[in-house]
């Protein structure tokens, strides 16, 4: 009998809720990993993919010791998952969801991220550029690009602040509206000195123009974009890359020309003259200037769609 109710209490223990400790303990980890994987979401528009990817898995990371702790009536079928091994589990899961997150490990500490645009001639050939470049300059993968076709450099949008490709609809047209196409993107503020010195490498070098002339128009005017424009702490570091490639920089008023023949950049203040993205359809984009890129270039707009990294712009499109 004493057996008998020996094992009853221990098979008691083994199905009743687990202790305040190891709840208190779940509880934490669980809403540290919602924090640190949604940090980003500060910095940006609401990514709800990212939101449910985290939650998905805290989820994934509780449910199993949970499980094995709520199984009514029966004993345990396997071992219970120890405290040091669903520690390592978290630990795990939070790193590699950081490491994918678009707006985390992408800057020093202490090195703001800044958001900055570059263009010469057509966006596609460019966008490509720079995302190799943040790939070999800043080590970023396939989640944290941040390089996205778009226009600038206009003094108007269209209805509910649309800037649209040239579009049978007429729906705020880009080149209409005096923009440029440009390639925007978030670096680190120390980078963009070599982010600089990469732009002026895009153009030939024997002629000192854009690589696709044929394009003309202020729409394939160069351009680049800093908050404050001239002003910007880092814009001596500019104007070192601008005068090593034998360029000139002058500040952009908005709906300027074409520079073409010119070997001359004008520079924008992001805060008066803004980065508009471009439609889903532009970008990983392949051009006329390369080969193809391959279709695992162009299906990184179908994972930065998904992750919240591009977004519908109401224009005409393919989503």
């Not at 009514?72 to 994918?100: D, E, F, I, K, W």
């Not at 992408?106 to 790939?135: M, P």
Request: proline share 5%; net charge negative.
């Amino acid at each position: 009998r004493d057996d008998g109710q020996k094992q009853s209490q221990k098979h008691q223990q083994l199905t009743k809720r687990p202790n305040d400790v190891d709840t208190k303990v779940l509880l934490c980890l669980h809403l540290l990993f919602i924090v640190l994987q949604n940090q980003s979401l500060l910095d940006t528009d609401m990514n709800f993919s990212s939101l449910f990817s985290s939650v998905f898995l805290s989820v994934t990371v509780l449910t199993p010791y949970l499980v094995q702790g709520y199984q009514a009536n029966q004993p345990p079928q396997q071992p219970a998952l120890s405290r040091r091994g669903l520690l390592a589990t978290a630990a795990a899961t939070t790193a590699a969801a950081l490491l994918s997150s678009p707006r985390q490990v992408l800057a020093d500490e202490g090195d703001s991220l800044t958001d900055v645009y570059f263009g010469v001639g057509c966006f596609w050939h460019i966008q490509h550029e720079f995302i190799e470049g943040e790939r070999n300059i800043l080590g970023r993968n396939d989640h944290q690009l941040t390089a996205l076709a778009g226009y600038a450099g206009g003094k108007e949008t269209g209805s509910e602040g649309r800037v649209c490709y040239h579009n049978f609809q007429r729906l705020a047209d880009y080149g209409k509206m005096g923009h440029g196409e440009v390639v925007g993107m978030s670096i680190p503020e120390s980078k963009i000195g070599d982010f600089a010195d990469l732009y002026f490498s895009l153009f030939n070098p024997r002629t000192k123009d854009r690589v696709d002339p044929q394009d003309r128009g202020g729409e394939y005017r160069s351009l680049l974009g800093l908050p404050g424009g001239t002003k910007h702490p880092s814009y001596p570091s500019v104007e070192q890359a601008a005068k090593k490639y034998g360029f000139s920089l002058e500040a952009g008023k908005g709906n300027d020309p074409d520079t073409l023949g010119k070997q001359l950049v004008y520079v924008y203040d992001t805060k008066k003259f803004p980065f508009y993205q471009a439609e889903v359809y532009h970008q990983y984009h392949d051009d006329f200037q390369s080969p193809p890129y391959g279709k695992a270039y162009n299906k990184l707009a179908d994972l930065a769609l998904d992750e919240g990294r591009i977004k519908t712009t109401g224009c005409p499109d393919r989503v």
